[in-house]
Structure formats: C-alpha cells, structure tokens
C-alpha cells in the first residue's frame, strides 16, 4: 500500500495562521505534514494567541544574532528527522536560523527531496543586524522560492535562485467571514477601525487626522505607544494599544463600518494579508494605495484607495455618509477574493502545481560543517 506524500514543515509553528493554516490546506489535499519549530529551542511554551516569550537573555541573544548552540541543535533536528522520515518536500516557513550547510547535508541525506523556501518579511530589507543572513546566503541551495511580493522575485534570482514563484498570502475561510456582533461585543463597534503595528511611515497622522474628526475610531496593535511618546495625542486616541487575534480580530473588523490596510515600508510590501482578510469578512476595504492592488480590486467598485492622509480622510467621511455606496463595494470586494481564489487552500494547490512541475535534483557531492 502506497503512503501519503509527505511534507516536513519548518518554521516558527506558534501563530496559526501561518504555518499551521497551510499544513491543514495541504493535509486536505493529501499531504502528510510534520511540524518542526525552531522557536521550541529559545522560547518558552505557552498558549496559543499569546505574544512569545523567550526562555532566557542568553536565548533571546541567540535568537537575535541567528547563532549559538541552541540553533545548531535545532539545524541538527532538521537533518535528523528528514534522514529518518524520508519526506518528498522540506518546506522553510518564514525560517531565519537555517544554515547553509544543513541545506548542503539534506541534499547528501535525501537527495530525491525538494526544498522550498518561503519568506512573508521581506528578507532583502535593510537591517543593522541581518536576522536573514543565512536565508540570503542558502538562496542557491533551495530548488524553490516562493516570494510573497514582485520585487522578491529579480531579488532571490539575482542571488542565485534556481526557481521563483510569486506566492501570496491568503485569507482563511474558517476565521476570516462576516459575523454579526452581539450586544456584549460593544466595544468592536466603531466607524472605522485599524488593527496592525506601527510603523513610521505616516500612519500616525493619518490615525490621528480621523480621531480629530471626531469619528468613532477603534486602533489594535503593537508599537503605538512609542508614537506618543514623539507626538502629542489627539483627543480621544488611548494612550496604549493592545494587539487582538483569532476571533476579536474578526470582531474588530466586522464591528467596523470601514477597516483601514496601511502598506509596510519596512517590507516594501505593495499588498498585505489584511487585503483579503477584509474583504472576506463582509468589510468595506479603505487601503494605501499600490499599482499592484490595483490589479486585484477596480477601485471605487471592490475596495478604495488612498495616496496620501487627506484622501484617507476625505473618502471615510464620503462613505460613512453613503451607506448603500459602502455596502456594495463591501460586497463587491467579497465576491473578488472568493471568486479569484485566495483562500489557503488555493494558495496551496498553486505552490503544489509548482513544486510538481520541478525537474529532479542531483545529490550534492560536498557538504560544509555547521557552523
């Protein structure tokens, strides 16, 4: 009897929308998938939705310069399990503390297996301490390169990639889908709402601008209360921010009339995961504008833009004075993400489709020691 083809994952495994949402896609699509988590070597265990924690100093200072002895343990773990499970496909998930040289030892190991190799943050981003250093040095020892922005893709190729392929991010039909409030759920409710990090890339006065309208604004995320600290609060902003996942997420959005899609510059991203979420939830999406969105929503039908703070303002005041405008856009861009296929599950079966159609691998003749 012939066995599942099998995936040996690697990556963070704590939050589950990521790598856990992709092994389940590819577990309906008949895959075996086995977790390995290099945070499990620096961390502490804790529940699921909480903010990570690290064991110790001594572990976070590791983690920070990508070396030590707790990594090359976990490197070890990699060649250990993939010599004794024998999987078809060793996926990197958003995976920084892999080395070269175990990339060198898994084709002597098991040199039929593909390699692939996926990275949401941007790891060509400039950085004093590179945290992607050994990523952008294996760049040549992958067989695949799932990049999740354009620009990544001349990026891994420049450096040697022997494959790219453009993978998005995606939504999750099981959390990401319109839900009607209860009265209890009072506080998501809100004219417009931003749930993410800051960043200094002017979202600040563009939330403030909003706040000083006096608009029912809801903000959830990490970092604002820095912001504060540099720039005087506008009435009504609160003085710290805390992040919500799972399912206040989706209340945050749903409660909102409209949810605003700020881009990261720190990533040079041009589209976020927020892009699909929104929209798949029921909410009407007001998002920075980019060329590259502009090929997956028709603005002013499916979604809106926004180019600078006032344009952000000038289109929430419009569309909370036109609920009908905003209810058909808002459904409008419902029926794109469903019908153009970004759920996970697509989002998987389009990585398959190219990890199928690589040709085969020849062993490498030579491998390096781990560093």
């Known amino acids: 009897m012939s066995r599942l083809p099998r995936m040996l994952m690697v990556g963070e495994w704590h939050w589950p929308w990521y790598e856990a949402a992709c092994a389940g896609a590819l577990l309906r699509e008949g895959w075996e998938v086995r977790p390995l988590s290099w945070s499990r070597y620096v961390r502490q265990p804790q529940a699921v939705l909480a903010p990570p924690q690290y064991r110790s100093r001594w572990l976070r200072l590791q983690n920070r310069l990508q070396a030590g002895p707790a990594l090359r343990a976990f490197n070890r773990e990699i060649i250990a399990v993939a010599a004794s499970w024998r999987p078809e496909v060793v996926w990197f998930y958003n995976c920084m503390p892999v080395f070269p040289a175990t990339l060198e030892r898994l084709r002597k190991v098991i040199p039929a297996c593909t390699l692939v ?49 453009l993978l998005r991010s995606y939504y999750i039909a099981e959390e990401n889908f319109p839900e009607s409030l209860a009265a209890a759920d009072g506080r998501f409710c809100s004219d417009v709402a931003f749930v993410g990090h800051f960043e200094e890339d002017g979202r600040f006065e563009a939330m403030a601008q909003l706040y000083r309208a006096k608009l029912r604004v809801n903000l959830f995320g990490l970092g604002w209360e820095a912001a504060l600290l540099r720039q005087p609060r506008p009435q009504g902003m609160p003085e710290s921010c805390v992040p919500v996942y799972g399912a206040e997420y989706r209340k945050a959005i749903c409660g909102a009339k409209i949810a605003l899609c700020f881009l990261s510059h720190l990533n040079h991203d041009t589209y976020t995961t927020r892009n699909f979420e929104i929209p798949a939830m029921g909410t009407f999406l007001l998002s920075a504008y980019s060329d590259d969105l502009s090929t997956l ?51 998987m079966r389009q990585a398959l489709a190219v990890i199928a159609s690589r040709p085969a691998t020849a062993a490498s003749t030579s491998a390096r020691p781990l560093p």
Do not use: C, M
């Open 117 to 165: 190799q996926y990275a949401n943050d941007d790891p060509f981003s400039a950085w004093r301490i590179n945290p992607w250093r050994h990523l952008l040095a294996g760049i040549p020892l992958h067989d695949i390169h799932f990049a999740f922005r354009h620009a990544n893709l001349d990026q891994y190729r420049q450096r040697g990639a022997r494959r790219v392929a």
């Open 297 to 347: 929503f028709q603005e002013g039908v499916e979604a809106e833009f926004f180019r600078d703070p006032g344009e952000l303002l000038d289109k929430t005041l419009f569309y909370l004075r036109h609920e009908a405008a905003r209810t058909r856009v808002a459904a409008a861009g419902r029926a794109r993400v469903l019908r153009d296929g970004h759920e996970v599950a697509d989002r």
